[in-house]
């Protein structure tokens, strides 16, 4: 699925979607991932985090299968 990330977000991108597959995993997130401020991560990449969960979840479901 394609994100219409602001310029320069997709490392950002890639550790909210990581703290987010390891809290659908029912994983701790270690290291700086533990401290991201998911909400505010997401709306700088410009992208709502109700949309970073719902990728997270396919993320998951698929590594599932």
Do not use: I, N, Y
Not at 34 to 60: D, I, P
Request: glycine share 10%.
């Amino acid at each position: 699925e394609w994100l219409p990330l602001r310029p320069g977000c997709e490392g950002l991108a890639a550790q909210v979607l990581a703290r987010l597959a390891a809290r659908e995993l029912g994983g701790a997130a270690r290291d700086g991932l533990a401290r991201l401020a998911l909400a505010a991560a997401a709306e700088a990449c410009g992208v709502s985090l109700a949309r970073f969960q719902r990728l997270a979840r396919r993320f998951v479901t698929a590594l599932a299968q």
